[in-house]
T-cell receptor, first 115, second 114 residues
């Protein structure tokens, strides 16, 4: 079965420090990759996505992610975080499964930015 | 404002009640979804409608019943729920199911079963 693994359930980090949230997926076919963010008491919203082309994808709020096909990874990074980045981050993979295209979400990583 | 509106935002219901969650999208999308989000669990896909046809039912108990009368509206009918069904229920939509389409989420309906 296809899966998306977010290796860290929680990541505490100090304000203005860099952060990396890790995501690995299992798939042997072409995939589309996404990062979504969920702020407290809100739904998920798209941060960035990789469809094709350059493996480095830039998103909103200064986030970027790099698609690494050989390592089946799509890690999210930000060089300097703010308190307002405190949220839950979800990696998602869309690929062809039995019956058509499906999107699978990881379990989420809670980023906690401390002053 | 994401273009996906869910009502009510909060619902408390007894185990013998019947209630419904409503979702409306103003994005002209053809796919709509219900997800369940529980504390310390991954996001669970419950149902998918693509062009008004149900394409996914992830072994969801029959006490949850979806309805998609048109491509803009999606309901989740609830009856004889259990306390473990308490969770955040997220509605979402996308241009079509899967592929590289972005999924747009509503803010969710917090359900508490007492």
């Amino acid at each position: 079965a296809q899966s998306v693994t977010q290796l860290d359930s929680q990541v505490p980090v100090f304000e203005e420090a860099p952060v990396e949230l890790r995501c690995n997926y299992s798939s042997s076919v072409s995939v589309y990759l996404f990062w979504y963010v969920q702020y407290p008491n809100q739904g998920l919203q798209l941060l960035l996505k990789y469809l094709s082309g350059s493996t480095l994808v830039k998103g909103i709020n200064g986030f970027e992610a790099e698609f690494n096909k050989s390592q089946t990874s799509f890690h999210l990074r930000k060089p300097s975080v703010h308190i307002s980045d405190t949220a839950e981050y979800f990696c998602a993979v869309s690929a062809v499964y039995t019956g058509g295209f499906k999107t699978i979400f990881g379990a989420g990583t809670r980023l906690f930015v401390k002053a | 404002e994401t273009g996906v509106t869910q009502t009510p935002r909060h619902l408390v219901m007894g185990m013998t009640n019947k209630k419904s969650l409503k979702c409306e999208q103003h994005l002209g999308h053809n796919a709509m979804y219900w997800y369940k989000q529980s504390a310390k669990k991954p996001l669970e896909l419950m149902f998918v409608y693509n062009f008004k046809e149900q394409t996914e039912n992830n072994s969801v108990p029959s006490r949850f019943s979806p309805e998609c009368p048109n491509s803009s509206h999606l309901f989740l009918h609830l009856h004889t729920l259990q306390p473990e069904d308490s969770a955040l229920y997220l509605c979402a939509s996308s241009q079509e199911e899967g592929s590289g389409n972005t999924i747009y989420f509503g803010e969710g309906s917090w359900l508490t079963v007492v």
